[in-house]
């Protein structure tokens, strides 16, 4: 255009897709169900109605009134705030949309905060934020219902509103009546947690009468979550473990309980778990699935009621069944884990707690003077640091500082997503020439898209078997398949990372460069 000076010593910066950072990786809804905007729509050579007849539903063809939203919103927060009216309450009357759907990404509520709160004269300068989001202070139980409605489930997973394990909205925790007799809890296999233990407990200690001001939170807690075991309660109570075994006895007597796992069950599992058998050499069993669903069953790991055993696998930390459990992974007996590691061969990271002997057990770690397991570092997200920047084909990774063979450099993360997603978005990778995706194992039945969300991984190049200095683990960490990315040689600061992407990511590809253009 005139007018306008182009400086020919200043280039155009590589093309890239826009990539907000995350360091886990994320299970989305189900792509194909509504596409949010048109990709690449002003674009006449894009083939729009071809890739439109991948989904469902459009987004933009729902009947949705933001106005008429943010009243529903407001009528709420009067009724709440004005009228007292709790929001479970409001919710039962259905006069208004659900304020809470089936997972925490849907609902009413949910909407509220995708989005700044509109104001308009007459409005009230408070809203609903505190309602939904902070029980009052000095009301445990409403306290505890809201953590445990949006914590995850998953024993390994510390995080609320999880993104990345599949579970029910409000949890495994609680919720419901109590299940487990007081019986069946003191036949139950375990051991004692001290001298003051209820499994140690008699019948004589059971007509104490426990002082009731001093044990309301414990109250509180045994009608969200009745089943839990008194040694768990009695830290969240600072109360001795048989006090608080009485006073659940008390709250539910054996009589007034229906025990679908009795005592004999509960036996015979002790028994079973007591019993020496001949040790198995762990070994990787391919799962359908990036994260492995913890079973969660009552008695032993069997055929009928067990989601593990089905699968041909192991349990796992994260599942119900205990660390005692027949089919549990046994971890390594190594001091140093290197190559001749049984977690190694077997494409496992050392677990904490369950391999004793290395610097991956927390006990070993707080006397260790050495570096720790040299097998968690991806668990522990000791990578190498990398520098993206121009590459011979786009953007690229290269080294900060000198890397030896073996080196970690990152877990490449994304979103979920099943065949069927990825199907669905094939246009816009090979419109685009920069395809993301990672399939993570042998069964193929999901993979990775970095290509929304990421981190550095995703800019890993290209190269030929021979060139690559760097090569794609599936590993097992902590009941989940991840793909950690290592140096396979060594390689100088200020070199670029390469990866080979393999035969198959080839496969119809009839113009390599550009697929290496993605950076």
């Known amino acids: 255009m005139e007018g306008i000076f182009v400086d020919p010593t200043f280039e155009a910066h590589p093309p890239y897709e826009s990539c907000p950072p995350i360091n886990q990786s994320i299970r989305p809804s189900r792509v194909r169900d509504t596409i949010g905007f048109i990709p690449y729509g002003d674009e006449e050579e894009f083939p729009v109605m071809a890739h439109l007849d991948n989904f469902e539903s459009f987004a933009w063809e729902e009947d949705f009134d933001p106005d008429s ?7 709420v927060r009067r009724l709440h705030n004005t009228w007292d009216i709790s929001i479970k309450n409001i919710d039962r009357m259905r006069i208004l949309p659900q304020l809470f759907g089936e997972s ?19 409005g009230t300068d408070d809203d609903m934020e505190g309602a939904c989001s902070k029980p009052a202070t000095d009301n445990l139980r409403e306290r505890l219902s809201s953590v445990l409605a949006t914590f995850c489930p998953n024993l390994n997973c510390l ?11 409000f ?16 036949l139950s296999e375990g051991e004692s947690c001290g001298e003051e233990c209820f499994r140690l407990t008699d019948e004589s200690y059971m007509v104490v009468i426990v002082n009731e001001s001093d044990l309301e939170t414990l109250k509180t807690i045994l009608s969200i979550s009745p089943d839990l075991f008194p040694c768990q309660l009695a830290d969240l109570c600072f109360k001795p473990c048989r006090e608080v075994f009485v006073q659940r006895s008390h709250m539910f007597p054996d009589h007034m309980l229906y025990d679908d796992d009795p005592a004999g069950d509960m ?38 009621r067990c989601e593990c055993y089905r699968q041909r696998r192991h349990c796992q930390l994260a599942c119900r069944c ?18 001749n590691c049984p977690c190694y061969r077997n494409f496992r990271e050392c677990l904490p707690g369950i391999c004793h002997k290395c610097d991956a057990s927390l006990e070993v770690r707080l006397r260790a003077t050495d570096i ?28 900060v500082q000198d890397m030896k063979s073996g080196d970690y450099i990152g877990d490449y993360v994304g979103n979920i997503l099943t065949n069927e997603d990825v199907d669905s978005l094939h246009h816009v990778a090979e419109y685009s020439g920069r395809n993301y995706f990672f399939e993570f194992s042998q069964v193929n039945t999901e993979m990775i898209d970095a290509a929304p969300v990421g981190n550095a991984t995703r800019f890993l190049n290209h190269a030929t078997a021979e060139l690559a200095n760097c090569e794609a683990r599936v ?45």
């Not at 939203?69 to 009528?75: R, S």
């Not at 989940?480 to 590809?509: C, M, P, Q, R």
Request: charged share 25%; proline share 4%; aromatic share 8%.
């Open 322 to 339: 205990g660390i005692n459990c027949d089919r549990q992974y046994r971890g390594c007996e190594c001091k140093r884990c290197v190559s």
């Open 267 to 304: 036996e015979s599992h002790a028994k079973n778990n007591k019993t020496k058998k001949k040790a198995r050499k762990p070994r990787l069993i391919f799962g359908t699935s990036i994260t492995l669903e913890p079973c969660q069953h009552k008695g032993p790991c069997e055929k009928e």
């Open 159 to 169: 995080r609320t509103l999880c993104t990345t394990h599949v579970h029910p909205q």
């Open 69 to 75: 939203e943010m009243i529903q919103i407001e009528t």
């Open 104 to 122: 925490h990404k849907a609902g009413l509520i949910w909407q509220r905060f995708q989005r700044d709160f509109l104001r308009w004269p007459g």
């Open 475 to 519: 590993l097992l960490v902590n009941g989940e398949h991840h793909i950690g990315f290592y140096t396979s040689k060594a390689v100088a600061s200020g070199k670029e990372l390469l990866l080979w992407y393999g035969d198959k990511y080839w496969k119809n590809k009839g113009n390599h460069q550009a697929i290496d253009d993605a950076g």
């Open 171 to 186: 949890g495994l925790f609680g919720g419901g009546r109590p299940k487990v007799t007081n019986q069946s809890m003191r």
């Open 372 to 399: 720790p397991c040299i097998n968690t570092r991806l668990q522990r997200n000791d990578a190498e640091p990398v520098e993206i920047k121009r590459a011979k084909y786009g953007l690229g990774a290269f080294a």
